[in-house]
C-alpha cells in the first residue's frame, strides 16, 4: 500500500539541435533575454527560439495564464495543466505541474490519487476541474455544459472558470511542443 | 471589439461571458498576438500564409469545430489557393511531398500527441523542412489546438 507519491523531476531534451547562443540572430537574443549567464538559457528555450516571433508570443501569454494575480487559485491552474498533460501524454510537463502543485497545497493527497488511477478519492472541487481538463483535452473536446455546471456547483465564478479554460487550453499547446520536439529524461 | 477568440465563440458584447473575459485583458491581447505569430508572422520561415491557414482549416474540421472551420475557409478563398493545398485544407492525404508528410504530422499531433516520439521529427526533416520551419509548424499546431478549446470553453459557458 502506497500512502504518499513523490514524483523525481524529469530533464528534458529536444530530438532537433537547439539554437547555439553563439550563433543565435539578434531576434533570437533578444527572445531569450540573454544575460551575462547566458550558458545556463535552458535547451527548450533555445529549441523553441528557432521561431522567435512565436516564442515570444507564446511565453508572455503562457506566463499571464499560470501566474497572473487574483481569479483561480494557483494550485487548481496546475491541476487544469496536469489533466492536459496526461491526456496529451506530456510526461515531462505532468511531473513538473504534479510537483509544483504538491508544493503549493504542501500536500501530496492529490498527486497520490492520480498516480494510483483514484481521481475519485479526490476532493469534489478537484474532481471537478480534473475532469472538466481531461474532457476539454480530448481531440475533438468531449467537454460538455454539464462539465460547466458542475464547476459552477463547486462554486467557481465565471472569471475563474476563463482562467481554468486558459489553463488546461494553454497545455493543448505546450505538451504539444514539449511531448513532440522533444522526449523527457531520469533525473541524475 | 470582437476579436477572433469572441468570433470562434460566437460573443458579442452583450454576453455576460463577453465581459468576464474582459476581465484578462493579458488573455485577450495574448491570445491575439498568438494568433498573428503562427498565421501571420513578420517572418514566415518559408512556410506561406496560404499553407498556414489551409492548416489550421484542416486542424479545425479535426476538432469538428464548425467556428473555426469557416473562419478558415474563408481566409483561405481570399488567399487564392492553389488545388493541392485546398487538398491539404480539406483533410488529403494522397498529397505530394512535403506536403503529405506535413499533412500527416499534423493529424497525428492534433489527434493524439501522446503517440508522438522522436522518428515523426525525423520524418520532417527528411521531408526537408529545417529545424526553424518543424518548430513554427509545431507552434502553429499547438496554437489552433489552443483556441479551438478555449472557444469551446467559452461557447459551453455561453450556453450552459
Request: glycine fraction near 6%; include cysteine.
Given at each position: ?188 | ?129 529545417d529545424n526553424p520551419q518543424i518548430v513554427a509548424l509545431s507552434e502553429l499546431i499547438a496554437f489552433v489546438n489552443f ?14
Open positions: 500500500m502506497i500512502n504518499s507519491v513523490r514524483l523525481k523531476p524529469l530533464n528534458w531534451r529536444p530530438h532537433i539541435a537547439p539554437v547555439e547562443v553563439s550563433e543565435a540572430t539578434p531576434e533570437q537574443l533578444d527572445a531569450m533575454k540573454v544575460t551575462p549567464s547566458a550558458k545556463k538559457v535552458s535547451e527548450y528555450v533555445r529549441t523553441l527560439v528557432h521561431d522567435p516571433e512565436s516564442y515570444v508570443a507564446r511565453t508572455l501569454l503562457f506566463n499571464a495564464i499560470m501566474y497572473v494575480e487574483g481569479g483561480l487559485a494557483r494550485p487548481d491552474r496546475e491541476l487544469g495543466a496536469l489533466g492536459a498533460s496526461i491526456v496529451n501524454g506530456c510526461k515531462f510537463c505532468a511531473v513538473v505541474h504534479a510537483r509544483r502543485h504538491a508544493e503549493l497545497t504542501k500536500s501530496d493527497y492529490l498527486v497520490t490519487a492520480l498516480y494510483l488511477d483514484k481521481p475519485e478519492t479526490l476532493a469534489p472541487r478537484d474532481v471537478a476541474i480534473y475532469r472538466f481538463a481531461r474532457r476539454l483535452s480530448a481531440t475533438p473536446s468531449e467537454a460538455t455544459e454539464e462539465d460547466i455546471a458542475s464547476l459552477r456547483s463547486v462554486g467557481m465564478d465565471d472569471i475563474e472558470i476563463i482562467d481554468l479554460i486558459h489553463a488546461i487550453s494553454i497545455f493543448g499547446w505546450a505538451n504539444r511542443l514539449m511531448h513532440v520536439l522533444g522526449h523527457a529524461e531520469s533525473g541524475k | 471589439m470582437i476579436d477572433a477568440m469572441d468570433k470562434a465563440a460566437g460573443l458579442s458584447p452583450d454576453d455576460a461571458v463577453f465581459s468576464a473575459r474582459r476581465f484578462r485583458p493579458e488573455f485577450v491581447d495574448g491570445a491575439e498576438l498568438c494568433r498573428l505569430s503562427v498565421l501571420q508572422p513578420k517572418s514566415d520561415q518559408g512556410l506561406a500564409q496560404g499553407l498556414r491557414v489551409a492548416l489550421a482549416h484542416r486542424m479545425a474540421a479535426l476538432n469538428a469545430d464548425q467556428a473555426l472551420i469557416a473562419e478558415y475557409g474563408a481566409q483561405l478563398a481570399v488567399l487564392d489557393p492553389t488545388e493541392e493545398v485546398l487538398a491539404l485544407a480539406r483533410g488529403a492525404t494522397d498529397l505530394d511531398e512535403p506536403l503529405a508528410t506535413i499533412a500527416r504530422h499534423v493529424d497525428l499531433i492534433t489527434l493524439a500527441p501522446i503517440q508522438a516520439d522522436a522518428k515523426d521529427i525525423a520524418k520532417l526533416t527528411e521531408a526537408g523542412l483556441q479551438t478549446r478555449v472557444a469551446t470553453g467559452l461557447r459551453l459557458m455561453r450556453s450552459a
